[in-house]
């Protein structure tokens, strides 16, 4: 399974962003994607996740309330929707495949990785 994150730029405090990943190559259903991003110096951290009944999981409120995860099976792509982005949100952002419908916010738990977009958000 290859996975092509895209949709990522440079966006002012309160703009907006969507986040794509287009996934390719021999997907087995059910199958969970999710959003990671990685700040400079931090560790990677967990954003969200949707499996293949539509359900979803987000890292905490203030992700939830400003952010929504989505796929379309049918074109295999998933997106993320960022509203009111915060400098904070800054990071290069990674979608990860994994097989089953568990929604983790675990890395160790996802098989497959995109190479990242970049999201900069300026005060």
Request: proline content about 2%.
């Amino acid at each position: 399974v290859q996975l092509q994150a895209s949709g990522g730029g440079l966006v002012q405090a309160g703009g907006s962003l969507r986040l794509s990943c287009a996934a390719s190559g021999r997907t087995v259903r059910p199958y969970t994607l999710s959003w990671f991003r990685q700040a400079p110096g931090k560790e990677r951290e967990f954003v969200a996740a949707i499996n293949g009944g539509g359900y979803s999981k987000y890292s905490g409120n203030s992700v939830e309330d400003r952010f929504t995860i989505s796929r379309d099976d049918i074109k295999k792509t998933m997106y993320l929707q960022m509203d009111s982005l915060e400098p904070e949100d800054t990071a290069v952002y990674h979608c990860a495949y994994k097989e089953g419908s568990l929604l983790t916010s675990s890395t160790r738990t996802y098989t497959y990785w995109g190479q990242g977009t970049q999201v900069t958000v300026s005060s």
